[in-house]
């Protein structure tokens, strides 16, 4: 009992309220973005930006798949920083924010994770995604899938900044640059992982 209330607590932390990076971005960037672009149509450009950016990786015009790639993981932090400062956050967007993420991840780490690490690791990662998704969907109503939870947004950072590090190292071949790499999505797995016992723990007590 005491273990299911403790998920329970867990299951509702989410990210509703402005935090301080919020603040910041608000400060910086937010201020300039029109009152008529919502979340929601951040969360649509990165779609659109998807499949250029694996276009990119493909053809190996990496300079451009790294500076499009920053571009779209940067209107992830915007959305949803824009979502809570301007109170709207939607159910549209609690699906479709995280899963042109992982679209943005999977699609790219297929070009760079394969050929820089090995095809075992985005392998792993695309296994876990998946497991996840399907637990999520099968699982959460709509009350439930409220929105970002604290371990998959930590992997999603530690995704985000592997992949990014392996295009820098595309562009500029340094040993160091690869290295990080290569731990940052390993430390990603492990939260994988735990992100996905947490999601099977969650579906339990629901």
Sequence with gaps: MF???KI???RDVEFKEPNAIDRA??????????????????????????????F?????????????????????AL??????????????GKIHDPLADKLLIGFSGV???????????ITIIIILEVLTMIIALGFYDKNNNSGAKLP?????????????????YAVQSL????????ILLHISIFFSIFNLFFCLLISKSI
């Design 79 to 92: 959305d949803g920083a824009l979502a809570r400062t301007r109170k709207q956050i939607t159910d549209w």
């Design 25 to 54: 971005l608000d400060k910086f960037f937010l201020f300039a973005i029109p009152k008529f672009v919502t979340p929601n149509h951040l969360t649509i450009i990165r779609y659109i930006t998807v499949p250029v950016v694996f």
């Design 152 to 168: 998959g947004k930590i992997k999603m950072i530690f995704q985000s900044l592997g992949v990014g590090l392996l295009l820098v």
């Design 175 to 182: 040993p160091l640059i690869l290295l990080f790499a290569t």
């Design 56 to 76: 990119l990786l493909i053809y190996q015009y990496y300079f451009w798949g790294l500076l499009l790639f920053i571009f779209s993981a940067f209107t992830d």
């Design 8 to 10: 329970i607590k867990i």
């Design 3 to 5: 273990l299911k209330k």
């Design 111 to 121: 070009v760079v994770i394969s050929q820089y690490i090995g095809v075992e690791v």
